[in-house]
C-alpha cells in the first residue's frame, strides 16, 4: 500500500520561506516517481515539481525554479520523506500543495498521470 501525508503548510508573508514535508511509505519506491502539485481556489491542480525517488533527478515548472528545492530522505527503500523548500515566496505560491506519486521514471507534469495522492497541505503567502 501507497500513503502520502503531507505536513509544514502555514502562512507566510512574501518573500518568506516555507517547507513542506511528505512521508512517503510504500512496499518499494524503487523506479517511482514523487511530485509535488498545487491548487488555488479555482484553478486546476498545478505541477510544481518532481523527484526520481532512485538517483534524484529533479524537474520544475518554470515559475518556481530557483526558488523552490524538491528533495527526498530516503531511509530505504520504502520509506522516506519528500520536502518542498519554498524560498522568496510570492502570493502567486498560495494552494492547497499535495504530495503525489507514479511507479514511472519518466517526467511527468500531468496529474491525471499520478496514482497516489496525499490529503494536502494549505499555503497561504500574504503580501
Known amino acids: 500500500q501507497v500513503h502520502l501525508v503531507e505536513s509544514g503548510g502555514g502562512s507566510v508573508q512574501t518573500g518568506g520561506s516555507l517547507r513542506l514535508s511528505c512521508k512517503a511509505s510504500s512496499d518499494s519506491w524503487i523506479g517511482w516517481t514523487l511530485a509535488w502539485f498545487r491548487q488555488a481556489p479555482g484553478e486546476e491542480r498545478q505541477f510544481v515539481a518532481s523527484i526520481r525517488w532512485m538517483g534524484g533527478t529533479t524537474y520544475y515548472h518554470h515559475s518556481v525554479e530557483g526558488r523552490f528545492t524538491i528533495s527526498r530522505d530516503d531511509r530505504n527503500d520504502a520509506q522516506g520523506t519528500v520536502f518542498l523548500q519554498m524560498n522568496n515566496v510570492s502570493p502567486e505560491d498560495t494552494g492547497v500543495y499535495y504530495c503525489?506519486?507514479?511507479?514511472?521514471?519518466?517526467?511527468?507534469?500531468?496529474?491525471?498521470?499520478?496514482?497516489?495522492w496525499g490529503q494536502g497541505t494549505q499555503v497561504t503567502v500574504s503580501s
Open positions: 503525489a506519486a507514479r511507479p514511472r521514471v519518466r517526467i511527468e507534469v500531468n496529474p491525471d498521470e499520478y496514482d497516489y
